[in-house]
């Protein structure tokens, strides 16, 4: 039974291996949970969802809202967090609400004063970025886009930043580190948490509405890798 007083809202974001599901009433969390997605998204995340739930004292039927990020990261992840909120938006009827990826994971690492610039790993020196600076409105500097490292650093360098997060300093670190001239965010900052997604849908609800959950798509930013290896052999056999 949904009381009066009761704003359960549930946020998930899987676009990275680290995925995360909370649960917050009227802005305060009451339980979050990590899990590791990288080899199974949907036996992982669903589990989660119930255990935070459970743990916040709540029921499905009490959720007022679901909170997903929307990409880019992850193709599998992204696309099995976007199914799952939209599964449950519709089911209880509940409102969806999106958010950048990447702007959840600045919004968990972003410190006063700059800019936070975010990295996601999208293979080789590919990169998923994005730059924000948080203050009485979410300034966006850049992106979300698909770029080389090289581009992202030649960007950056014209920017005011003083941080940087995300899974791609991990592999990048040393690069990152040497070109903007900063250290790299500690490394549980580096994936977006569902309990920043709760901040933003408190703080910016606008900014995260969806007026369709039914036709809503995630931000992929670009093809799956199956996609681009069956782009890439109809062009070979073209040129042949």
Known sequence: MKRAEDRFVIALDASTAAGSVAVANRGKV????????????????LPAIDYVVEAAGAQRDALAAVVVGSGPGSFTGV?????????????????????????AAAAGAATGGGETLVLF?????????????????IENALG???????????????????????????RHRDEVERALGIPVSPPHLHAPRASALLWL????????????????????LRASGAERIAAARERAQVRA
């Open 121 to 137: 790993d999208a293979r080789g020196r590919d990169v998923y970025a994005a730059c924000y600076r948080f203050g009485a409105a």
């Open 30 to 45: 009451l339980a979050e949970v990590t899990v590791n997605v990288a080899s199974g998204h949907s036996s992982a995340l």
């Open 144 to 170: 979300p886009s698909a770029l080389t490292l090289d581009e992202l650093l030649a960007h950056a360098a014209t920017r005011q930043i003083s941080t940087v997060t995300g899974d791609a300093v991990v």
């Open 79 to 103: 696309r099995i967090a976007a199914a799952t909120a939209k599964g449950i938006a519709g089911a209880l009827s509940i409102p969806l609400m999106a958010y950048s990826s990447l702007l």
């Open 201 to 220: 849908a408190e703080q910016w609800p606008e900014l995260g509405r969806v007026d369709s959950a039914a036709g809503w798509e995630p931000d992929y």
